[in-house]
């Protein structure tokens, strides 16, 4: 098992359950998540920038 710094754009969703849901699949894609913030948002975008350490 190795772990991953990765950064994920997300696009913002309505409710805030349904952003950490889509962030959660979005890192999944990468490996399994041990932690991740929002470091980052883009309102003219509508996107958010991820960090987060994944485990593979």
Known sequence: M???F???EIDLQQTPT?????IEA???KQGEPLRWAITSVDESKQKATV???VTK
């Open 2 to 4: 190795t772990t991953h």
């Open 51 to 53: 960090e987060a350490v």
């Open 26 to 28: 979005e890192l999944k």
């Open 18 to 22: 349904e952003l950490q849901k889509a």
């Open 6 to 8: 990765i950064t994920a």
